[in-house]
């Protein structure tokens, strides 16, 4: 165990001396300040978990030998005892470990409980959203914090090397044409809309930034890796299961989200209707797929479709050539909206959020027809770079964090 612990020491270090520490997403602050000693964050592959651990790693500026980065996929680490190896770090004076990938351990969930009620130690561990929900237990015993896509402003911070402020959603509604002026005065003459086409199409990735040419490929790659290794090994759908899951996907991104009917997807994609609901599930733990629930189920039994998105934008381009655009501002109307706030779809109107808004998402000459006579309704408009009244535009909700 020495031995492995010498040789995860070096990689932990060319690691730690390789990582850009010049940007931080917008969990980073919050992981640092909190007192939390067991700390895990979750979210799709690619979206800068591992990123955000190391730099935060740095932060800590403990002494070398006491802080260790590792990732459970590493073939070093194949059948070790998680625990046994972070007990292992303890008695050489480790105070703080990371652990990457953690659902790629055997038995996690246990050996993370083991380490949580015996050892003294700070851990920060990174997992797939896929396990989210698997054992109760993460939310009730560990800090879990959820890493989603690049936000829309982070996305032109990382472009433009600038800093801008994010909004509460009710700050937004309320004085959305103070905030939209100062910030396009802020872009300095760069035009907000034609970044804001550009987020659409490849904007959900922070590894764009590292690779342009080969974006399109590793948005694949990421996608593969998401249905192959992690639904695949977490849930053990083998692999004509899984070629089903991206049928699903792809009837997905070339249609309308309330042509869906479950009936009739079911008997597109070649499963029944309890398998299909299943399926549905699993791409929505795994950030690959949105599910939209009518805002009436909450209270009873309804025969409503559901709305279905993939999961944002970028994964549009990979996924069709050919793809709705109204879908596509939807897609990232929900994808912005839903990581602060609930989200349900609506008879009048596209989306009821917070119980409370209700809102139309479409192009500039979006009016408010389809919501007359709603209490608290908005309309999301594209193509427009300053709203008025409650007409707002649509890019302005990517400033939510």
Partial sequence: MKNLLNNLFELSNKKLHTINTKYHRFLYDELLKSNSNFSGIYGSRGVGKTTLLLQIAIALELKSDEILYISCDHPHL???????????????????????????????????????????????????????????????????????????????????????????????????????????????????????????????????????????????????TILYTDLGSIYNITGDKINILRKLLTSICVSNPMELSIEALSKKVGVSKVTLYKYIELLHKAELLRHITYEGKRFKSMQKPDKLYLANTTLFLSLCLESKIGTIRESFFASQVSVKSSIYYVDKGDFLVDEKYTFEVGGKNKGFEQMKGVDNSFVAADGIEVGFKNKLPLWLFGFLY
Avoid: W
């Fill in 78 to 224: 194949a059948g070790v005892s998680l625990f046994e190896f972070v007990n292992e770090f303890v008695k050489y004076g480790g105070k703080c470990i990371l652990i990457d990938e953690v659902h790629e351990a055997k038995n996690f969930e246990q050996e993370l409980k083991s380490i949580y009620d015996f050892l003294d130690i700070k851990v920060l561990f990174s997992g797939s959203s896929a396990i989210k929900l698997t054992n109760p237990s993460f939310t009730r015993r560990y800090s879990m914090y959820h890493l989603p896509i690049l936000s829309f402003k982070e996305y032109l911070e990382l472009s433009l090397d600038k800093e801008f402020s994010s909004f509460t959603l009710v700050n937004i509604l309320e004085n959305h044409v103070d905030i939209a002026n100062a910030i396009i005065q802020e872009l300095a003459g760069e035009k907000v809309l034609k970044h804001f086409e550009e987020y659409l199409k490849i904007g959900a990735y922070p590894f764009y930034f590292e690779n342009r040419d080969k974006y399109t490929q590793m948005v694949l790659d990421t996608m593969n």
